[in-house]
């Protein structure tokens, strides 16, 4: 019963190929983020959501975009995958009020670009 | 803008304490701290909010001084369990609610 999923877990994929990551919470929460995380970079914001239908872009996010077209579900869009995207990439959600409420983080996704 | 954590890494003794220090050169309002454990999910530890102010959770605390524009996080008796990466985050300064990470401290503790 956990509040935030990401699907798929794993995936493989090759150069020049769209995917598209998902992410669906359970908790109601408004804000939505992408982050992909890499050696030695921590954690880097790809998009957020602050709404339905209300994103914006984060530090990262050349080659990819993002749909929100309910509350619980978040969509990332590789739009043409290069082997620069490999990476793992977390789904975040926080409530209103961010400064006072911490993140959850989905578990992830590791996709490798071949 | 993004915030410098220091040390890289540490290794330790079961028992022994350790300090991660997490740094700006942004003015901070805030400091979000989470734990990471390898293969899974960064998991929120705690906000510090107000300078000076410390928190605890556990045997895990943090202070953060404002003036300084820094946050360390004080791990004292260190388990086994507290063994992960941990990253601070600092909000962006065009919005409270977004998150930039450092780019975390591996702790490693031995029996």
């Known amino acids: 019963d956990a509040g935030i999923t990401q699907s798929p877990r794993h995936k493989v994929t090759e150069t020049g190929t769209p995917v598209t990551l998902r992410c669906h919470q359970t908790?109601?929460?408004?804000?939505m983020y992408w982050y992909r995380q890499d050696p030695g970079h921590g954690l880097r914001l790809i998009h957020y959501?602050?709404?339905?239908?209300?994103?914006d872009k984060g530090e990262v996010s050349d080659g990819y975009s993002v749909s929100r077209s309910k509350t619980e579900d978040f969509l990332l869009t590789l739009e043409s995958a290069t082997s620069s995207q490999t990476s793992v990439y977390f789904c975040?959600?926080?409530?209103?009020?961010?400064?006072?409420?911490?993140?959850?983080f989905g578990s992830g996704t590791r996709l490798t670009v071949v | 803008q993004q915030p410098v954590q220091s040390p890289q890494a540490v290794i330790l003794r079961e028992g022994e304490d350790a300090v991660i220090n997490c740094s700006s050169s942004?003015?901070?309002?805030?400091v979000h701290w989470y734990r990471q454990k390898h293969g899974e999910a960064p998991v929120f530890l705690m906000i510090?909010?107000?300078?000076?102010e410390q928190k605890g959770h556990e045997k895990i605390s943090a202070s953060f001084n404002e003036k300084k524009q820094q946050s360390s996080l004080y791990l004292t008796a260190s388990q086994l369990s507290y063994s992960g990466t941990y990253f601070c985050?600092?909000?962006?300064?065009?919005?409270?609610?977004?998150?930039?990470f450092g780019s975390g401290t591996r702790l490693l503790v031995r029996p």
């Open positions: 975040a959600i926080s409530e209103p009020g961010g400064d006072r409420n911490g993140y959850t």
């Open positions: 908790e109601n929460h408004r804000y």
């Open positions: 959501s602050y709404g339905v239908k209300d994103t």
């Open positions: 942004k003015a901070l309002y805030s």
């Open positions: 510090l909010l107000k300078g000076g």
């Open positions: 985050g600092t909000p962006r300064m065009d919005s409270s609610y977004k998150l930039i």
